[in-house]
């Protein structure tokens, strides 16, 4: 986690995602998926970015599984993917690349770097952890501008969401151990909602 000030104060985003997290620790599975897309929409509009994404990291693939954009923004659709290694995502998640650009084009980590299969000019990218310890992929927000204002708090707050969505994948996990994982299993295939846990490592 990151360290925060003596004076840190929480604003409305972080009191909603924290509430969500104290919910969700002991409420039904129900209750987490409807939160997982709400933070995203919050996450993008708090912070001001074209799109959020929550990716899985799947036989060498990144698979995007939920995607928030704005209008007009959207150049990523769920079940789209890309080859893993080539992605921003598995070099953050491997020490290659920091968690936040503010200026994809002057940042000596990415200046030098070929460019995404879609513009980015500023990003923040945290891993989802599951409750095993392995990683599941990321949650990435990205707009095509620089963003001279994302700060450390802001990182954050993606952390915290990423928290939330490993609940939810953990949730869908459980499920499908359960007696009747097979039955919800297709009903999740049904509606384009797959979330199947892997390693990264």
């Known amino acids: 986690m990151l360290p925060l000030d003596n004076d840190y104060a929480p604003d409305a985003f972080e009191v909603r995602v924290s509430e969500l997290l104290v919910a969700t620790a002991e409420a039904s599975d129900e209750l987490i998926d409807r939160s997982v897309p709400e933070v995203l929409r919050l996450l993008r509009e708090h912070m001001q970015m074209d799109v959020v994404f929550v990716s899985e990291f799947v036989d060498g693939r990144r698979v995007y599984r939920r995607v928030e954009a704005a209008p007009g923004k959207q150049v990523i659709e769920p079940g789209q993917s890309d080859p893993l ?31 995404p299969p879609f513009p980015v000019g500023s990003y923040l990218s945290v891993p989802v952890v599951l409750n095993d310890g392995s990683v599941y992929g990321t949650l990435c927000c990205f707009s095509a501008a620089a963003n001279e204002s994302l700060s450390q708090r802001d990182l954050k707050k993606l952390e915290m ?41």
Do not use: H
């Open 161 to 201: 969401s990423a928290q939330l969505a490993a609940r939810q994948i953990d949730a869908k996990a459980r499920e499908r151990q359960s007696p009747f994982g097979e039955s919800q299993q297709s009903d999740d295939l049904a509606a384009g909602g797959e979330t199947r846990v892997r390693s990264a490592r």
């Open 85 to 115: 290694e080539l992605s921003y995502c598995q070099r953050v998640v491997d020490g290659r690349l920091p968690p936040m650009v503010r200026n994809l084009a002057t940042d000596p980590a990415t200046a030098r770097l070929p460019q």
